[in-house]
């Protein structure tokens, strides 16, 4: 018996930042424990969506051009990332930051304006909201502090989403850095 392939629904990219590996372990089992396994999202796919397109029928090669050029232009020194918060909607469970993340929120500014820029447009009635999506699930929606999930913010990534599937493949990789320029 032949397993079916799963469909296709879309192509979607996005930028993201990713916690390194120990802390992407180190949380999902932390979902594992409160949530069980049913429903929660591997560890290498918790991202911090930072920008996200529409989604496509096909990757058009020239989006994804503009897409890698938009990160290309982004600087930005890394940061500290604190997740402290754990907050559940009706169809999904989060982790997100207590208070506002100043660095965060300057990245996640840049990215955007060099995807205007590109003329790249962002989902429609998509909002920048901070989170580290665990478990998709249905339930009651809460929201309680939690032990600190915290780490270094040393790259963003660009990521195309084959919606769908459940398969993420990286395009683009960009340091974050301190960038000290000087006037000659």
């Known amino acids: 018996m032949s397993v079916a392939a799963k469909p296709l629904l879309a192509h979607r990219f996005f930028f993201a930042l990713r916690?390194?590996?120990?802390?992407?372990?180190?949380t999902h089992a932390f979902a594992e424990q409160q949530f069980g396994e049913k429903g929660l999202l591997r560890?290498?796919?918790l991202p911090i969506t930072l920008a996200i397109t529409e989604d496509f029928d096909q990757p058009f090669e020239g989006v994804i051009e503009r897409l890698l050029q938009a990160g290309a232009s982004v600087a930005a020194p890394p940061f500290e990332v604190v997740l402290d918060r754990l907050s559940a909607s009706s169809r999904s469970v989060a982790l997100r930051p207590e208070h506002v993340l100043p660095p965060l929120r300057t990245l996640q500014s840049r990215i955007v304006e060099a995807m205007d820029r590109e003329r790249i447009d962002m989902r429609a009635g998509w909002a920048f909201s901070p989170h580290q999506t665990l478990i998709y699930r249905s339930g009651t929606p809460f929201s309680r502090p939690v032990e600190l999930f915290r780490w270094q913010a040393r790259e963003f990534l660009l990521i195309h989403s084959f919606v769908g599937q459940t398969k993420h493949e990286i395009l683009g990789r960009w340091q974050l850095e301190d960038r000290q320029y000087r006037l000659l």
């Open 43 to 45: 560890a290498d796919h």
């Open 19 to 26: 916690p390194d590996e120990v802390t992407a372990r180190r």
